[in-house]
């Protein structure tokens, strides 16, 4: 194991923002995975489920398991954990911009291909390895100030050699869920196996420029680009959502972590093949997914629990006014599993309340929440 860091410059005079990550494998030539949490500062579960990660890892590198390359960031957004609000984190937006720390993230496709240019040839292997370094090159050719962008810089210059990319997530109150591409759906299906998903969402673009698409869009492109020449899809990327920001657990989380460890070892990373379970549910149309949303204010109960199936007309959610005493259901406008609510029972207008992951597309536009 190698520990790194990078010190980001902050805004202010004399502030730095430490990012550490870990590299196991560095020597070898097998598949290289990438698992980073909390770039949502303010969602634990993924940060613990890394940190346990590692500590796995190190086991194996003692055992003298790994055939491939793993690098681990299990705290990935050093500028948000300094932000508080009345003893609260906020951890999912930028206080200087508003902007989402997981939207934003630069579009490599059309430098890179300006840099490959003519240097293709048959060999997909010579061809991806050459797509990787430009894509590492268009990267570095505008290098960011804001203290937010040189963070996205630094992640994906990490992420960007990768063949599988994880970025660990978590919502309100969710059960296990996943997001994904069409291009990456095949080799991240095991993974959703194994994490025993709920809901597998997939969306080719979301929308928003995430970090996932940002590491796998350029792929498609350059083999659009040139197509007459074999080019793979070099890196596969997904959003692992695990459960409710209140989820962190020593014992969830090992057992989360073992599932990544079985994914290693099923993708080549580790010595040995697990037993892939079937899946928990069959993927969905990411524009398939409803998001409830409050036609009024007032105490938010649910009468369903998560994970529950629930029919289009079904009432998922109840708002009550604690002055009048009247009681306004909400009903489900479509046929789907109940994945996610949010983590607080007080309702405002237009607030979101919960996610069902239908199999019919009738969304189109931005598929993610800001």
């Known amino acids: 194991m ?27 030539d097998g598949p290289h995975v990438y698992v980073q949490g909390g770039l949502h500062a303010d969602e634990g579960p993924g940060m613990m489920v890394a940190r346990l990660l590692i500590d796995r890892l190190i086991e194996e590198e003692r055992a003298g398991t790994i055939l491939g390359r793993v690098t681990v960031v299990p705290a990935a957004n050093p500028l948000a954990f300094g932000q508080f609000l009345h003893g609260d984190q906020q951890g999912r937006f930028d206080y200087y911009d508003g902007r989402n720390f997981n939207r934003d993230y630069p579009d490599l496709s059309a430098k890179a291909i300006a840099i490959i240019a003519d240097t293709l040839d048959d060999d997909a292997q010579a061809n991806a390895d050459r797509i990787r370094r430009a894509l590492l090159e268009a990267l570095e050719t505008d290098l960011p100030s804001a203290p937010s962008d040189r963070l996205r810089h630094a992640l994906m210059r990490l992420a960007l050699p990768a063949d599988s990319v994880i970025d660990l997530h978590c919502d309100g109150e969710a059960e296990v869920h996943l997001y994904t591409q069409p291009v990456s759906l095949d080799r991240m299906l095991p993974l959703a196996a194994l994490a025993r998903c709920r809901a597998v969402l997939v969306a080719d673009v979301s929308g928003g420029e995430p970090f996932d698409e940002a590491v796998t869009r350029p792929w498609g492109a350059i083999a659009e680009a040139f197509p007459n020449k074999p080019i793979p899809q070099g890196c596969t990327s997904c959003t692992l959502e695990l459960r409710g920001r209140m989820d962190v657990d020593r014992e969830v989380g090992a057992v989360d972590a073992e599932a990544l460890v079985d994914y290693l070892r099923h993708v080549g990373v580790l010595v040995g093949q697990p037993t892939i379970p079937a899946l928990s549910c069959e993927p969905t149309p990411l524009a398939g997914s409803e998001a409830l949303v409050a036609p009024v204010s007032g105490l938010l109960s649910y009468p369903v629990p998560l994970g529950k199936h629930v029919r289009a007309g079904e009432v998922v959610a109840e708002i009550t006014d604690p002055v009048t005493g009247s009681l306004h259901p909400v009903r489900a406008g479509t046929s789907g599993v109940f994945y996610a609510r949010p983590a607080t029972r007080i309702a405002e207008v237009d607030k979101r309340l919960g996610k069902i992951a239908g199999s019919h597309p009738f969304r189109d536009g931005p598929l993610l929440s800001p």
């Open 2 to 28: 190698h520990e790194h860091f990078i010190d980001i410059p902050g805004r202010g005079t004399g502030t730095i923002h430490r990012l550490t990550w870990f590299s196991f494998g560095g020597g070898n």
